[in-house]
DNA sequence: ATGTTTGCAAATAGTTTGCATCCAG
DNA sequence: CTGGATGCAAACTATTTGCAAACAT
């Protein structure tokens, strides 16, 4: 995502283009490093000492809703407990939060790139499916 | 993980079998649901009104510790945002909490289980590695 | 001009902590 | 008995809301 299409989405959208936006718009692309909105806020914060916590927030909420930015693995916002123990997969249903084991033999080993493999030491690979389930589906 | 393993495990680590334990440990197994504190504070609530939120809570933790139960999708517990909108992959440290995008020709195309395709509409499928890091490897 | 956006402060939700009491071993 | 476990209440953290003032268009 680049400057030039953030003025034109905004503009598509009807949004004004505060000196806020722009500002967090080129910290959330500057360095890719999955800020948190305090860390944005933080960081802002020294070339601009105006800006508030809460614009931030609401700025980079208003980017997800525009199709700016996204929401790192965004699922539920409290915590959730699983009894399975065994490495397997997940299913989110986006409407009513459900969550579902999936156990698959096919994706039981995910080839894990060897550039990974090289650079890191990988503990689990886990995918995570998200959509609508059987039970949305037919509301 | 049964009821019987349960026992074992807390005796082999020496932690006190509580009435309250037991029933919240065969409340998070009973219909695996990935409930909340909260879900199974209130289940337990109605055949046990004396029982606290607070042990639930910690007492889940506990069992987290013991290995008997998992935290669901557990990163950080703050929103964390990613200028990048395409679908990619991730790979979380699980010291310093970087998350590195990765981008892999072969794992673009994850096989969907028919099973999966079939029951639920299938919006994303995303990896996601944790490990230690590059950085955190050396210290 | 006017309706959106901002900054502030107070509220909220989920989780955690401190501590006195209680109970499993 | 005794140290770990429990229940309660207050504290804490991340996020959200209400509102008056400021600003982009």
């Known amino acids: 995502m680049l400057l030039a299409n953030f003025y034109n989405i905004c503009e598509m959208n009807k949004i004004k283009i505060t000196p806020q936006r ?29 800006i508030s916590f809460d614009t931030v927030n609401r700025t980079l909420q208003k980017f997800v809703e525009l199709g700016l930015a996204r929401v790192v693995e965004d699922f539920e916002d409290f915590r959730r407990y699983d009894g399975v123990i065994e490495n397997h997969h997940h299913f989110h ?8 084991d999936v156990f ?9 790139p060897e550039g990974l493999k090289n650079t890191f030491n990988i503990l689990e690979a886990k995918i995570i499916f998200t959509g609508i389930c059987d039970k949305c589906k037919s509301d």
């Not at 967090?24 to 000492?49: A, C, G, M, W």
């Not at 698959?104 to 894990?112: F, G, N, P, T, Y």
């Open 104 to 112: 698959d033999e096919q994706l039981k080993e995910i080839e894990i």
């Open 93 to 100: 249903c986006i409407k009513c939060h459900r969550i579902i």
């Open 22 to 50: 722009v500002e967090i718009f080129k910290e959330l692309i500057k360095n890719n490093d999955h800020p948190s909105v305090t860390k944005i806020y933080q960081r802002l914060k020294k070339k601009y000492p105006n």
